[in-house]
């Protein structure tokens, strides 16, 4: 079974610093990808970044980067200079390629982020 | 706008009345979801459904159940609601339902069963 593992129910960071979100994964598929999500105070979901289990490189999107760790089966979130509208929960979730699970997203239980000035 | 629409935006809801919560997608995706996302909590899969005329159940099927008549529609129909079924419910999309296909969500549909 797939599971998602986010152990920071809550972090705060200084405006204009870096902060990291951790995920741990479990999964025995070979094929698989992982998902950032936003959700503000608003309660809109908001993708950030994708990571296919293939993929060589960490990929990053403006701001944001995930540092891809296969082998310790993690995909931690980068924001890099955060700012005031970093604030929200974020979830980290993975997606199975192949399998009965193929398809299904799992989700983490998210991490609280709060962005002070 | 492309996108996905949920009706109603919110509900209360007595305990054992039916309940059946819209989904409607504009994009043409062949994949769909429902998932309920309890008070500080991640969100978790319901059913779902890889292309019209099929669906599957995720992690908490019971309860709940869905139909794909068509590629746009996925409504979520609780046939008797009890009050763990307090939740926000969040459908959502993605043009295949494997790889790197980005989970497109509605504005979620607030449920109350008092």
């Known amino acids: 079974a797939q599971k998602i593992t986010q152990t920071q129910p809550g972090m705060f960071v200084q405006e204009k610093e870096a902060v990291t979100l951790d995920c741990t994964y479990d999964t025995s598929d070979q094929s698989y990808g992982l998902f950032w999500y936003k959700q503000p105070s608003s309660g809109e979901m908001i993708f950030l970044i994708y990571q296919g289990s293939y993929d060589e490189q960490n990929a990053t999107e403006g701001r944001y980067s995930l540092n891809f760790q296969k082998a310790r089966k993690s995909a931690n979130l980068v924001i890099s200079a955060s700012q005031l509208g970093d604030s929200a929960m974020y979830f980290c979730a993975m997606r199975e390629g192949l399998g009965t699970n193929a398809g299904k997203s799992t989700f983490g239980d998210g991490t609280t982020l709060t962005v002070k000035p | 706008i492309a996108g996905i629409t949920q009706a109603p935006t919110s509900q209360i809801l007595a305990a054992g009345r039916r309940m059946t919560l819209r989904c409607t997608q504009d994009m043409r995706h062949n994949a769909m979801y429902w998932y309920r996302q309890d008070l500080g909590l991640g969100l978790r899969l319901i059913h779902y459904s890889n292309t019209a005329g099929t669906t599957g159940k995720g992690e908490v099927p019971d309860g709940y159940s869905v139909s794909r008549a068509n590629t746009d529609d996925f409504p979520l129909t609780l046939a008797s609601a009890v009050p763990s079924q307090t939740s926000v419910y969040f459908c959502?999309?993605?043009?295949?339902?494997?790889?790197?296909?980005?989970?497109?969500f509605g504005a979620g549909s607030r449920l109350t069963v008092l």
């Open positions: 959502a999309s993605s043009e295949e339902g494997s790889g790197a296909n980005v989970l497109t």
